[in-house]
């Protein structure tokens, strides 16, 4: 059996830049760029699933936006990485009043999905300050955008007020800023980031499906996701570039 | 020499509530209480100074509150103590604000203060969640309460903004009911974090000392400190209260 998603992670994951900019090798990837356009209602969950994941979500990456507040090596840095932790906290509370306003009790609503975000945020803590930067640029960056892309699905009035909350700001400019002052002089920890953004995009992709109606029976609809990842994974790209890192 | 500042501390740590309630076996604490209007012109440092530590400690204090989120036991505190961490968070980007107003660089303004803060958030970091909640609440409720209080003492226009900025909500009652739902049914952990909250304010009135002009000469100043100090512990003991805890 095909399994795109599959591929698409070894692709990335083992990937030269080339091979990342060639999709036609895999003749089905070309004819499905053809039709693009994905019924995104038939991917999203309903509403509370979606808010649930996407709260608890932005609340993992808050903590490790936190996280890296604190070790800080600087004060600078210290201080600019808080406005990225507090855009991260602003979406979250968004969230959670979104979830009220849909008569929800946040804490239930989030609750089911608490152990594998948990346990990405584990496996994608990073062994240091700068790595761990880069899973908050790289993995927020990525998980930023799927829900930004997949509220679009939702009911329409939600899907208006979800996208407003979740298309504030991140604070992306600021992390590479950050992440640029060190990589810059030093090649051998751009290369170190490289390897490790490759490691990490791979266990979000995986975080990201099983946010999907899809997500269920694993296999069987894959072609049907492959047009929402390839926008999510040229995005990855380019936040690799603007690292000078190859995706 | 009698050290009014030294004897606060014993008192509190080793304190009984009956002799916290009785300054009246010094005499000279007795008339001091008749003279209680301290011109806190005299003891505020310049704006500067002021500024960068109070933006400092914020950020310690945010810090505090956000590892308390990572580490919560459970979602419902991880997300009521994010409500906490995010109003911290309000105040330092305030204060933050505040410092370029006055044409300041906050970076730079709150350097020379990030030692002391640093060392004073490693001894009160606390062993386990409960102790760190603990910390957030009476150490940040006492720096809160002493930043608020000194910034009467700057020039007049700084003064109201700075005081609007220090005194937004706290989320102190969130704080209390989390350390209550823990407590009530638990007295050898009421008894601990009892201990605990001893031994911090020590160590917090300390820090708050070294932010006051007086705090150069150590010893001299101590009667004209003795008002100021009277009111926080006041306040510290009613924050002991409420966690049914004695002082």
């Known amino acids: 059996m095909v ?15 080339g091979r990342v900019d060639a999709p036609r090798i895999r003749a089905r990837s070309a004819s499905n760029l053809e039709s693009t356009k994905v019924d995104l209602h038939e991917l999203v969950p309903d509403t509370m699933t979606f808010l649930g994941r996407a709260a608890y979500v932005q609340l993992m990456l808050f903590e490790n936006l ?24 602003t979406k979250y509370h968004g969230l959670v009043r979104e979830i009220e306003r849909q008569g929800g009790q946040p804490t239930e609503v989030m ?29 927020g960056g990525f998980l930023n955008d799927f829900f930004s892309r997949l509220s679009a699905g939702l ?18 400019a600021t992390v590479v800023k950050q992440l640029l002052a060190v990589t810059r002089d030093n090649p051998r920890l751009a290369a170190r980031l490289a390897l490790w953004g490759r490691r990490l995009v791979g266990d979000t992709m995986l975080i990201a499906r099983r946010t999907l109606r899809a997500g269920d029976d694993v296999g069987t609809d894959d072609e049907r996701l492959e ?7 040229a995005a990855h790209t380019r936040r690799m570039d603007a690292l000078g890192l190859t995706a």
Chains 1, 2 share one sequence.
């Open 3 to 17: 399994n795109w998603f599959g591929r698409a992670v070894r692709r990335i994951r083992g990937g030269t830049r």
């Open 66 to 89: 936190s996280r890296v507040v604190t070790t800080a090596p600087t004060i600078e840095a210290k201080s600019a990485m808080s406005d990225v932790a507090s855009a991260a906290l």
């Open 111 to 139: 609750k089911p999905f608490a152990g594998e975000v948990d346990q990405f945020q584990r496996m994608t803590q990073g062994h240091d300050w700068h790595e761990s930067v880069t899973t908050c640029y790289l993995a």
């Open 155 to 172: 009911p329409q009035a939600q899907a208006a007020r979800v996208s407003a909350i979740l298309d504030e700001d991140s604070g992306e």
């Open 227 to 233: 047009p929402v990842f390839t926008e999510l994974i």
